[in-house]
């Protein structure tokens, strides 16, 4: 399953936003403002929103400047969460949000929805950076 949230522009260079995003505490700043748990241990950060389990997302991968990548920290579920950054000039940097998951389809039924909300939210959320 693939969700791929809106292109943002932030006034930012494209370092800055790498540099933004490469600090865990600050996905805290674009989660949804009913956001009930947010804890950084190293690379990794756990969240809870209401009606979902807490989720742990960890590091996976930084290509300076143009991805930060998170995944799952457990094998249950299988997803990535990538921060592609595009620079367009020396304060202008797009940014698009894209959800990659393996599930059965049964569970990509159900949580489609709630998924594309997420994302949404927090491409809405980065506009504001």
Do not use: C
Not at 56 to 72: C, D, H, M, Q, Y
Not at 86 to 98: A, P, R
Not at 106 to 125: G, Q, R
């Amino acid at each position: 399953m693939n969700i791929d949230g809106n292109i943002v522009t932030v006034e930012k260079s494209a370092e800055e936003v790498f540099n933004y995003f490469s600090e865990l505490q600050n996905f805290k700043e674009i989660m949804p403002e009913n956001i009930q748990k947010f804890e950084v241990d190293g690379d990794s950060f756990l969240f809870g929103l209401p009606g979902m389990p807490e989720i742990r997302l960890v590091l996976k991968e930084k290509t300076p400047f143009s991805n930060i990548t998170l995944g799952a920290a457990s094998s249950k579920l299988s997803f990535t969460l990538a921060a592609d950054i595009s620079e367009i000039s020396e304060n202008k940097t797009e940014v698009q949000l894209k959800f990659d998951g393996d599930f059965n389809p049964m569970m990509a039924m159900m949580i489609k929805k709630p998924l594309t909300k997420f994302v949404e939210t927090l491409t809405e959320n980065i506009g504001k950076l």
